[in-house]
Structures are given as structure tokens and as C-alpha cells.
């Protein structure tokens, strides 16, 4: 097979147009595994070494938010055996990462249905976000147990119930107090999206909050995913432009006016 080299790409990104926000769906790591005559779970394992990757790569540039899929609702449909290996893994990797996220200034937050995870899981994650509340470089969201559309009835139920109570009158349901009940409260809407492994979907992520996120697909699967094909991804996303329903020529008269500002 022809090798293709990349060009490497942090050279060419424009930190003054980072995104705030890069969301992740993290996929392919069984297909990685098989590839390579492995089990799945040897694709899970070596996918941490991924996000560390991705993790160092964003704070090092200034990225302030990035939220990883690590596990779907639907995910506990897997095989039995494959679940309580993910949630081994999650276990042992929040133990080990508690120092380099310290070091790096990076804030842990977790988004999901957590009390569905083992005892052990939650009881080392509160620990984590605990211990890194007060960092600021970065946040580094796992979505855990995460669904959108429950997501999405969650806020809805609340708001309701704000509503019955009288703390809400209707015209408060507004995007913006929407926004405020879901998960995601405290962040910006991502910028950008990538997907790896090329698949071409959602999977039920952020549904809500990628109304306007530009997505980006990589046909490389996680595991194999390295900092320059973030870079890569945010280079792309750098060259796009980004209408918000408006045309080009409104845009580039906005972009001229604050240039000469
Ligand atoms: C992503 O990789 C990790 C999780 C969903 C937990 P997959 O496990 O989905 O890998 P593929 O898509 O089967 O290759
Ligand atoms: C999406 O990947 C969820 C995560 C990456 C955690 P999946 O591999 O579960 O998605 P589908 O089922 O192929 O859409
Ligand atoms: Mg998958």
C-alpha cells in the first residue's frame, strides 16, 4: 500500500482562531485490534494512549475545552465481558492520570448517566474532579454513560418541574435557559467535531449543542489518531467558512469591518 506522509501541521494553525471547544467521538478501536490479529480490548488499551495524546495536543496550543465519548448509553449493549473490560480500564486510567493532569493544569468533569458506572468508577472519578476543580489550562470532559436525546429529557423534566413549581414562567423556555439545564451547562457549544474510524455519524452525541459545530471524519481508527492528525482536523477546520445561515459576502464584510477596526 502507498504510504502517505503528512505534512505536519501545528506550524500552520492560527492560535489567535483556535476552537474553544473540541468535541470527540472516539471510535474504531475494536477494528484497530482486529486488524492487527488482536482482541478488542487490546484496541481499548492502546486508545488511552490516544487521549493523553489528544489531551497534551490541545492544552499545549490552548484549546480550553475538550470533551471525549468514551462510553454511550447504548455501549451497555456490548457483550458482557467487553463492558466490565472498559470499566477496568476506565478504573486503572483515572488512578494513573491524576498526576499529569495536575502537572498540566488540566480540570477533570464528567457528563452522563455516572450513577449507572461501578461504585469503584464514580468513587475514582469524584476523587479526580475533586482534586483538579480548581485547575484552569484546560477542562477535559469524559462522557460517560452519555446519551443525548436522555440527555436532552433530563433538562426537559427539570425545566418542567421548575415551571410546576413556579420558578419559571414560559416564556423563560428560551435557548438559552435550555442550554443551562443539560450537562454541558458551564461550556461553550463545540466548534468542532471529529469522528474517527470513518463512520459518518452522530451516535447520539451532543445532539443539542452541535446545532452549528462544524464536524470533521478521519478514516484513521482512535488508537492509531496522533497529535498531528488533531492538528490536521484543526487546520481543516481553520479553512472553513463558517455562514451561520448568513452568505459569504456578509461574512467577509463582518471579518473586514473588525480587521479594520
Ligand atoms: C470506540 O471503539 C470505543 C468505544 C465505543 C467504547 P469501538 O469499540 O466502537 O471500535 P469499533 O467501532 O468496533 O472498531
Ligand atoms: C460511539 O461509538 C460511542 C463512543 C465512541 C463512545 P460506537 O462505536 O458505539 O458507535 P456506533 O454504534 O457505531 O454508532
Ligand atoms: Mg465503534
Known amino acids: 500500500m502507498e504510504q502517505k506522509i503528512d505534512i505536519e501541521y501545528q506550524s500552520k494553525i492560527d492560535l489567535a482562531r483556535l476552537p474553544q471547544h473540541i468535541a470527540i467521538i472516539m471510535d474504531g478501536n475494536g ?3 482486529k486488524e ?3 482482541h478488542r480490548i487490546f484496541g481499548h488499551k492502546n486508545g488511552v494512549k490516544a487521549v493523553r495524546e489528544v489531551t497534551e495536543g490541545c492544552a499545549e496550543i490552548g484549546v480550553k475545552y475538550l470533551t471525549l465519548y468514551a462510553f454511550s448509553t447504548e455501549n451497555w449493549n456490548r457483550p458482557k465481558t467487553e463492558v466490565s473490560a472498559l470499566m477496568e480500564l476506565l478504573f486503572l486510567t483515572i488512578g494513573k492520570e491524576i498526576k499529569t493532569l495536575q502537572k498540566n493544569n ?9 450513577h449507572n458506572l461501578p461504585a469503584s468508577n464514580q468513587k475514582a472519578l469524584a476523587e479526580v474532579m475533586e482534586a483538579t476543580k480548581n485547575n484552569t489550562r484546560m477542562t477535559l470532559t469524559l462522557a ?3 446519551g443525548s436525546r436522555e440527555e436532552i429529557c433530563e433538562a426537559t423534566r427539570k425545566m418542567a418541574q421548575a415551571y410546576k413549581d413556579g420558578k419559571m414562567n414560559l416564556e423563560e423556555i428560551n435557548q438559552t435557559n435550555f442550554s443551562n439545564y443539560l450537562y454541558t451547562q458551564q461550556m461553550p457549544d463545540p466548534e468542532l467535531m ?6 459518518h455519524r452522530i451516535s447520539n452525541f451532543l445532539l443539542w449543542q452541535m446545532a452549528y459545530t462544524e464536524l470533521y471524519f478521519t478514516e484513521k481508527f482512535w488508537p492509531a489518531f496522533e497529535k498531528n492528525d488533531l492538528y490536521k482536523a484543526i487546520f481543516e477546520y481553520q479553512h472553513r467558512e463558517r455562514r451561520f445561515g448568513m452568505t459569504s459576502e456578509q461574512i467577509n464584510e463582518s471579518l473586514n469591518n473588525t480587521s479594520q477596526q
Do not use: F, M, P
Open 144 to 146: 460517560l454513560s452519555y
Open 106 to 114: 488540566i480540570r477533570l468533569n464528567v457528563i452522563g448517566h455516572i
Open 31 to 33: 477494528r484497530w485490534a
Open 36 to 38: 492487527q490479529g488482536k
Open 194 to 199: 471529529i469522528r474517527t474510524s470513518g463512520e
